[in-house]
């Protein structure tokens, strides 16, 4: 069964720290790797996207890819009490016609004034 | 806009009612799948379509039907709801069937069956 696992969390954070999220996954030949963003009772909108190893910057969000270690993390900079909500990791199956996503339960994330 | 929509956004029913959610989008997108949301289990894929008139199977299919006759859209039938399938439902689609695509999101159905 492949896996993608997240620490639930909350993950609570002041207003201004940086939050590292991170997500392990078991298919060790996934190719993309994706975070979204979840508010609650509202749809998963995606953040970043990330596809091969090392850094990917976009604004004050950091997505980090390790295939060796087959890790996945998001650092978010500066952070905000609008990027309180649930971050989801989501990584690409690799095999078969259906490359469907294989989603972590996500990680809650409180941002305190 | 490029956008998914979803309806109904809510509904509440009886056990055995059938209903349709309807799902489409504006992208022409080739793929398209469903997916119900439960708390402690995350987001679980119901059924998928890789184009018009290919439809498969995800991981929970138990008592849900799919259509694909047109590529923007692909409705989610329940033809005899019961109580475990009270849920958060979404429908999503992407360019195409490879991993790579970014996935796009409806905004959500909120079932109730009583």
């Known amino acids: 069964q492949k896996e993608v696992e997240q620490n639930s969390g909350p993950l609570s954070v002041p207003e201004g720290a940086i939050a590292s999220l991170n997500c392990t996954y078991s298919?060790?030949?996934?190719?993309?790797f994706f975070w979204y963003r979840q508010y609650s009772g509202k749809s998963p909108e995606l953040i970043m996207s990330?596809?091969s190893n090392g850094d990917k910057e976009d604004g004050r969000f950091t997505a980090q890819l390790n295939k060796a270690s087959q890790y996945v993390s998001l650092l978010i900079r500066d952070s905000q009490p609008s990027d309180s909500a649930t971050y989801l990791c989501?990584?690409?199956?690799?095999?078969?016609?259906?490359?469907?996503?294989?989603w972590g339960l996500g990680t809650s994330l409180a941002v305190n004034p | 806009e490029a956008q998914v929509t979803q309806n109904p956004r809510y509904l509440i029913t009886v056990t055995g009612k059938k209903l349709t959610v309807t799902c489409s989008q504006n992208?022409?997108?080739?793929?398209m799948s469903w997916y119900r949301q439960d708390p402690g289990l995350g987001l679980r894929q119901i059924y998928y379509?890789?184009?018009?008139?290919?439809?498969d199977k995800g991981d929970v299919p138990e008592g849900y039907k799919v259509s694909r006759k047109e590529k923007r859209n692909f409705p989610l039938i329940l033809e005899s709801p019961s109580p475990n399938q009270t849920s958060l439902y979404f429908c999503?689609?992407?360019?195409?069937?490879?991993?790579?695509?970014?996935?796009?999101f409806g905004p959500g159905t909120r079932l109730t069956v009583l």
């Open positions: 999503a689609s992407r360019r195409s069937s490879g991993g790579s695509d970014t996935q796009y």
């Open positions: 992208m022409n997108h080739e793929y």
């Open positions: 379509s890789m184009n018009v008139e290919v439809t």
């Open positions: 298919d060790r030949g996934s190719q993309s």
């Open positions: 990330i596809y």
């Open positions: 989501a990584v690409s199956e690799n095999a078969g016609n259906n490359r469907k996503l294989i």
